[in-house]
């Protein structure tokens, strides 16, 4: 069982900044990549940023020289700070985690946050 909670979500001005946070926890015993989605109204989820347990990043090309996500693996916390941010960055921010998690035994799966809303003005 993993639980994510996003944290950091806000109102910002067009060209600002802003942190987003997600916390893992549960019964885990590792988690190979982390990543961030979002949503927009009427839109469909979109990757965001990925990052893989050993830190190699994947961005999804309208956020790149923006956004950077970063990880600290000994919290199980995976991070995207926001800079330069755009009215289309406008989205609700789901956290997501490949992990591997202890129960009767080790299994893989997939964990979601319930997302954190970023709304920027102009």
């Known amino acids: 069982q993993v639980q994510l909670v996003e944290s950091g979500g806000g109102l910002v001005q067009a060209g600002g900044s802003l942190l987003l946070s997600c916390a893992a926890s549960?019964?885990?015993?590792?988690?190979?990549?982390m990543g961030w989605y979002r949503q927009a109204p009427g839109k469909q989820r979109e990757l965001v940023a990925t990052i893989t347990s050993g830190g190699s990043t994947n961005y999804a090309d309208s956020v790149k020289g923006r956004f950077t996500i970063s990880r600290d693996n000994g919290k199980n916390t995976v991070y995207l700070q926001m800079n330069s941010l755009k009215l289309e960055d406008t989205a609700v921010y789901y956290c997501?985690?490949?992990?591997?998690?202890?129960?009767?035994?080790?299994?893989?799966?997939?964990?979601w946050g319930q997302g954190t809303l970023v709304t920027v003005s102009s």
């Open positions: 549960g019964s885990i015993v590792s988690i190979s990549t």
């Open positions: 997501n985690a490949a992990a591997i998690v202890r129960g009767v035994y080790f299994r893989n799966l997939d964990a």
